[in-house]
């Protein structure tokens, strides 16, 4: 037997006796599940809200966060592209005030790299 004490990104923490086969298919299940629950309510929160409704930059941005697109650091024109891909066409200067309180409110942090900004997860 083994026993194991998992924090996981978002905070979350566990506290396993097992084998460690079973260690790692409940880390696995744990985090299936938690990727399913964030996708299945970003889906909900899209459908409730509707295209015209998302809250503008700062909703759209917010769906981004919801879903982990900016588990890898991400610069804006990455970001652009992937709300293009979603038929959602802004500029720079349209979502970088919504960057920077998001910034600001803890829910994304910024790096320079080089003259360029990237955002990921804090």
Request: hydrophobic share 35%.
């Amino acid at each position: 037997m083994v026993k194991a004490n998992i924090t996981f990104p978002d905070g979350t923490k566990m506290a396993i006796d097992g084998t460690i086969d079973d260690i790692i298919k409940i880390k696995e299940e744990f985090n299936k599940k938690k990727h399913n629950n964030i996708e299945e309510d970003t889906l909900s929160k899209e459908k409730k809200k509707g295209l015209k409704n998302s809250g503008g930059p700062l909703g759209r941005i917010r769906i981004l966060i919801n879903e982990n697109f900016f588990k890898e650091k991400k610069e804006i024109r990455q970001i652009l592209k992937r709300l293009e891909e979603r038929a959602v066409f802004y500029t720079s200067q349209s979502i970088s005030p919504a960057l920077i309180r998001l910034i600001k409110k803890g829910e994304l942090r910024r790096i320079k790299e080089g003259n360029k900004w990237k955002y990921v997860n804090p």
